[in-house]
Nanobody, 119 residues
Framework: HVQLQESGPGLVKPSQTLSLTCTVS??????????WTWICQSPGKGLEWIGNIGYTGDTNYSPSLKSRASISRDTSKNRFTLNLTSVTPEDTAVYYC???????????WGQGTQATVSS
């Protein structure tokens, strides 16, 4: 079955860029008709959808993060990356990558990775 694994720095300084990578195994990120998604959960808050990259490479973003978030992919390594610029302590969260169908919620999730923004 599909497995997702997040990786990235656990600590980032304010104003820097947070870069997280999700490596996928057991399935291709170019397979019709899946979307590869980033979701975060800040302390004491619910899950927040950041954005996704589809099987065609098209991207979609949350309006609240669109100016700072960028999702790209490396099909040769079957992985996709989130870059979040100009981070503040409010971006401190557990970040998850997940696979979603066209009109359904995520069916496979990574275990999540903690990212802390602090000087």
């Amino acid at each position: 079955h599909v497995q997702l694994q997040e990786s990235g720095p656990g600590l980032v300084k304010p104003s820097q860029t947070l870069s997280l990578t999700c490596t996928v195994s057991g399935g291709s990120i170019t397979t019709n008709f899946y979307f590869w998604t980033w979701i975060c959960q800040s302390p004491g808050k619910g899950l927040e959808w950041i954005g996704n990259i589809g099987y065609t490479g098209d991207t979609n973003y949350s309006p609240s993060l669109k100016s700072r978030a960028s999702i790209s992919r490396d099909t040769s390594k079957n992985r996709f990356t989130l870059n979040l610029t100009s981070v503040t302590p409010e971006d401190t969260a557990v970040y998850y990558c997940a696979r979603s169908g066209g009109s359904t919620g995520p069916d496979y999730w990574g275990q999540g990775t903690q990212a802390t923004v602090s000087s």
